[in-house]
């Protein structure tokens, strides 16, 4: 109880500086995204639905660095009529360097996550998760590359290594961007991770940004896909840590923004998972469908 109260301070201090804009408006520049997903399990033995609802806040000082904060609420109903539901916290830093020599810009960032829920067993309540991250953008913002490192540390005695080097590039001028990012985790117990002592996968993202036309017309248009296998994935994009037991088995998205006002996006998105749940033998699918609004000022 000690940590979520903590939490929800630092949580409530963001949030306190969020709405003073006028304090900081010559040197913060600061957004608030607040976000919904829903989602249905096809051929699951156990999980019926998902649902998800949360907000993060984010503000950069300048050039200089950031912080984000982030709470999110998830219910998974179950089809025995129970439901799972956990709290999942995030508060993250970062900061930029310009070094003499380096045509670009560098950001040390560190990712600190909590997940606590009801599941019976222990095994997925009580998470934490310290994430790090380097990472590299060229002045012209056409080339980007990071290293990011997590360690996720789980009741009865699990800690889970992963390594995520990362590759992104423009193309036809900055219209395109594609980025890869490898999955490389480690220290799994085979008896809790689908017979599985190490997993690989590597996730490709594409995104096309749209000439300014019409209001109606969207801004940005996104399609991702995973391959390989993933369990007790940490994602640094997303900034959420992935906690169920069963074996990822890649997916594909869709997406698609829009720039609603000056500081106002909007952006939505549609995506298949397939999971295989070894012990019960079942392989199964999740649907999901996500919508966030980012707010700057």
Same mark, same amino acid.
């Given at each position: 109880m000690r940590s979520k109260k903590i939490q929800f301070s630092i949580l409530t201090g963001i949030v306190v500086t969020a709405i003073s804009p006028p304090l900081f408006a010559d040197t913060w520049a600061l957004k608030a995204t607040p976000g919904v997903t829903s989602g249905s399990y096809s051929g699951s033995q156990q999980r019926d639905k998902i649902s998800d609802v949360g907000l993060m806040i984010s503000g950069d000082y300048l050039e200089q660095g950031g912080v984000t904060v982030g709470y999110s609420n998830t219910q998974v109903n179950m089809k025995n009529a129970s439901a799972i539901k956990q709290d999942?916290?995030? %508060? $993250?830093?970062?900061?930029?360097?310009?070094?003499? *020599? &380096?045509? /670009?810009?560098?950001?040390l960032r560190l990712d600190g996550y909590q997940v606590n829920n009801n599941d019976a067993t222990g095994n997925t309540n009580n998470v934490t998760a310290l994430a790090p991250q380097i990472s590299w953008l060229s002045t012209d913002g056409m080339l980007y590359a990071?290293?990011?490192?997590?360690?996720?540390?789980?009741?009865?005695?699990?800690? %889970? $290594?992963?390594?995520?080097?990362?590759?992104?590039? *423009? &193309?036809? /001028?900055?219209?395109?961007?594609?980025?890869?990012?490898?999955?490389?985790?480690?220290?799994?117990n085979p008896v809790r991770a689908a017979n599985k002592s190490s997993t690989t996968a590597l996730d490709a993202n594409w995104t096309h940004y749209f000439e300014p036309g019409t209001t109606l017309a969207p801004s940005t248009m996104s399609l991702g896909f995973s391959t390989?296998?993933?369990?007790?994935?940490?994602?640094?994009?997303?900034?959420?840590?992935?906690?169920?037991?069963d074996l990822s088995k890649g997916g594909a998205t869709v997406g698609l923004g829009w720039k609603v006002a000056k500081d106002t996006k909007l952006f939505v998105l549609a995506g298949q998972t397939k999971y295989s749940d070894v012990t019960l033998n079942n392989n199964y699918k999740l649907n999901v469908g996500y919508a966030n609004l980012t707010i700057g000022w």
């Open positions: 999942n916290y995030v %508060v $993250s830093g970062r900061m930029n360097y310009f070094p003499d *020599g &380096l045509t /670009g810009r560098l950001t990071d290293l990011g490192y997590a360690k996720t540390h789980y009741q009865n005695q699990l800690n %889970v $290594s992963q390594l995520t080097p990362t590759i992104g590039f *423009g &193309l036809n /001028g900055g219209a395109d961007w594609i980025q890869l990012r490898s999955y490389l985790i480690s220290g799994l390989g296998e993933k369990v007790y994935a940490v994602d640094m994009d997303a900034q959420s840590v992935s906690n169920l037991a």
